[in-house]
């Protein structure tokens, strides 16, 4: 059973940074990549950046180039994704999700709220 | 910048059939970007339907389908049921990176 836990709520002040973290377990394949998404109040999905746990290999979209910083904790098979500089159109929901582009690979967490206000 | 563009909104009617479309700013879509589709429905993560253009999972109902269509990937449902009302979102690959479409709204009314 795989399951994607993600860690708490966070409210931080502009200019800051938060870490929010995604604890896998339960996933067989050494192969996958770990990707960060992100929905503001109210609107569309926002894909941010993926993760491949065995190669900690990594790519990011061009628009959080310099801003994001994606690992992982082999010991604690945890994934996190730090974003610094935080504005507030950084207020968001960020998912992880486990996705394949040619398997029938489709696991999410249930999201982290992240408010960034003064 | 990719700019991946859906319709804003769709209305169909119970029992009627409708096609979502995703379309890339830069070049037609094609296999090569594996277009995905997802559906999301209020205060839930996005759920998978379609992957690898036209691939289903497991839990995906038949009436759900994808395809190209004239340099888009198309998401089809037919014989649409009350609860299909949701978001659906397009995501398109290319060069390593991902893109989401901008989300269609469908109202089953």
């Known amino acids: 059973q795989v399951q994607l836990v993600q860690s708490g709520a966070e409210v931080k002040k502009p200019g800051t940074s938060v870490k929010p973290s995604c604890k896998e377990t339960g996933y067989t394949l050494t192969h996958y990549y770990i990707h960060w998404v992100r929905q503001a109040p109210g609107q569309g999905l926002e894909w941010m950046g993926k993760?491949?746990?065995?190669?900690?290999?990594?790519d990011h979209a061009q628009k959080f180039q310099g801003r994001v910083t994606m690992t992982w904790d082999t010991s604690t098979t945890t994934a996190f994704m730090e974003l610094s500089s935080l504005r507030s159109e950084d207020t968001a929901i960020y998912y992880c999700?486990?996705?394949?582009?040619?398997?029938?690979?489709?696991?999410w967490g249930r999201g982290t709220l992240v408010t960034v206000s003064s | 910048q990719t700019v991946v563009t859906q319709e804003p909104s769709l209305t169909v009617s119970p029992g009627g059939t409708v096609t979502l479309t995703c379309a890339s700013n830069t070049e037609p879509v094609t296999s090569g970007h594996y277009p995905n589709w997802f559906q999301q429905k209020p205060g839930q993560p996005p759920r998978a339907l379609i992957y690898?253009?036209?691939s289903k999972h497991s839990w995906t109902p038949a009436r759900f389908s994808g395809s190209l269509l004239g340099g888009k990937a198309a998401l089809t449902l037919s014989d649409v049921q009350p609860e299909d009302e949701a978001d659906y979102y397009c995501l398109l690959y290319s060069g390593g990176a991902y893109v989401f479409g901008t989300g269609t709204k469908v109202s089953v009314l």
């Open positions: 999700a486990i996705l394949a582009r040619t398997t029938a690979t489709d696991f």
């Open positions: 690898s253009t036209s």
């Open positions: 993760i491949n746990p065995s190669g900690r290999v990594t």
